[in-house]
């Protein structure tokens, strides 16, 4: 083990952590991601499954998690609901690190997809993950977490507000280079005409007043008008995050969604603080998340305290 760290920490790798909620196109986006970076990038490359419930793949996995713990086997042993299965897995991982790094070793040369599981409390408060991949980082891994949301969340404001807060929380606990992204949007651009605004207010996230103003308005978020203020509020003072859309089908899209991958992994502590509003907007490195992290829970406690004044 402590020869795998010397070595380790002299070379350096790179990658993409792939997460977001089920049903957001992980598996698919990395299926495609993969033929494309080998097929028309001739680039080295490799998926690494981590989803012990993965059963439907459209790649073959280098490395299967599947080969090491599965939620079946797990939910039938220890008679655990799917959710709790999950995150048993996950930490079953975590304890068995080894198994992982020593199948990585084997990979020379070669950019790392890795596919997630969808549950988002992995990604909002549990450990586990956070943890494996800081490890990876402290071995020369330099990865970037792409998070992906299906943009039908944009067709209704509470549903695109909960997306907002969902990625900031995620933000600021997995703690890696990050870029946000709406995937599905063939069909964003095909109902353009039926959203409330058009797509670039959604993947640019502009003045949140105006969904304020469509909140207030609802049958059910009438009801809670400081809550929608206070929320609001909370996304626009952090002002961190924001879309690239993705077309799977795309080459120019998947490659938009390469460089903005590649802009943020190279971005350090120097370039931060001279950057624009707008590409702090939308390159958030992993350092500045570990500053605001406290800031961003007190927010939000104080946020919730409005149900109650």
């Given at each position: 083990?402590?020869?795998?760290?010397?070595?380790?920490?002299a070379?350096?790798?790179?990658?993409?952590v792939?997460?977001?909620?089920?049903?957001?196109?992980?598996?698919?986006?990395?299926?495609?991601?993969?033929k494309?970076?080998?097929?028309?990038?001739?680039?080295?490359?490799?998926?690494?499954?981590?989803?012990?419930?993965?059963?439907?793949?459209?790649?073959?996995p280098?490395?299967?998690?599947?080969?090491?713990?599965?939620?079946?086997?797990v939910m039938?042993?220890?008679?655990?609901?799917?959710n709790?299965?999950?995150?048993?897995?996950?930490?079953?991982?975590?304890?068995?690190?080894?198994?992982?790094?020593?199948?990585?070793?084997e990979?020379?040369?070669?950019?790392?997809?890795?596919?997630?599981?969808g549950?988002?409390?992995?990604?909002?408060?549990?450990?586990s993950?956070?943890?494996?991949?800081?490890?990876?980082e402290k071995?020369?891994?330099?990865?970037?977490?792409?998070h992906?949301?299906?943009?039908?969340?944009?067709?209704?404001?509470?549903?695109?507000?909960?997306?907002l807060?969902?990625?900031?929380?995620?933000?600021?606990?997995?703690?890696?280079?990050?870029?946000?992204?709406?995937?599905k949007?063939?069909l964003?651009?095909?109902?353009?005409?039926?959203?409330?605004?058009?797509?670039?207010?959604?993947?640019?996230?502009?003045?949140?007043?105006?969904?304020?103003?469509l909140?207030?308005?609802?049958?059910?978020?009438?009801?809670?008008?400081?809550?929608?203020?206070?929320?609001?509020?909370?996304?626009?003072?952090?002002?961190?995050?924001?879309?690239?859309?993705?077309d799977?089908?795309?080459?120019?899209?998947l490659?938009?969604?390469?460089?903005?991958?590649?802009?943020?992994?190279?971005?350090?502590?120097?370039?931060?603080?001279?950057?624009?509003?707008?590409?702090v907007?939308?390159?958030?490195?992993?350092?500045?998340?570990?500053?605001?992290k406290?800031?961003?829970y007190?927010?939000?406690?104080?946020?919730f305290?409005t149900?109650?004044?």
């Amino acid at each position: 083990m402590a020869l795998v760290k010397r070595v380790r920490k002299a070379e350096s790798y790179f990658g993409q952590v792939v997460i977001g909620p089920p049903g957001s196109g992980k598996t698919t986006y990395c299926g495609k991601v993969y033929k494309f970076y080998k097929d028309k990038l001739n680039r080295k490359v490799e998926v690494v499954n981590l989803d012990p419930a993965n059963e439907n793949m459209n790649y073959s996995p280098k490395i299967d998690i599947m080969q090491l713990v599965t939620v079946e086997d797990v939910m039938k042993n220890l008679n655990l609901g799917p959710n709790g299965a999950l995150m048993y897995c996950m930490e079953y991982l975590e304890e068995n690190f080894d198994w992982l790094l020593n199948q990585l070793v084997e990979i020379k040369d070669s950019y790392l997809i890795f596919d997630m599981p969808g549950q988002v409390e992995l990604y909002t408060h549990h450990g586990s993950i956070k943890k494996i991949f800081q490890k990876l980082e402290k071995l020369g891994y330099h990865l970037c977490a792409v998070h992906m949301v299906d943009s039908h969340y944009c067709s209704d404001p509470p549903k695109f507000i909960s997306t907002l807060l969902l990625s900031l929380s995620t933000m600021m606990q997995i703690a890696l280079p990050h870029v946000n992204v709406l995937s599905k949007a063939d069909l964003l651009k095909k109902n353009a005409s039926k959203l409330d605004f058009n797509v670039d207010f959604y993947t640019d996230v502009l003045d949140l007043n105006y969904l304020l103003d469509l909140l207030d308005e609802g049958p059910f978020t009438n009801k809670y008008k400081k809550l929608n203020a206070a929320i609001i509020e909370l996304i626009q003072d952090y002002s961190l995050v924001c879309f690239v859309p993705l077309d799977v089908n795309s080459d120019k899209s998947l490659l938009d969604l390469k460089s903005a991958i590649d802009k943020v992994r190279k971005l350090n502590i120097r370039h931060f603080f001279s950057l624009q509003s707008c590409d702090v907007h939308c390159y958030f490195l992993a350092f500045k998340a570990q500053f605001l992290k406290p800031c961003f829970y007190i927010s939000l406690f104080r946020v919730f305290l409005t149900l109650w004044v």
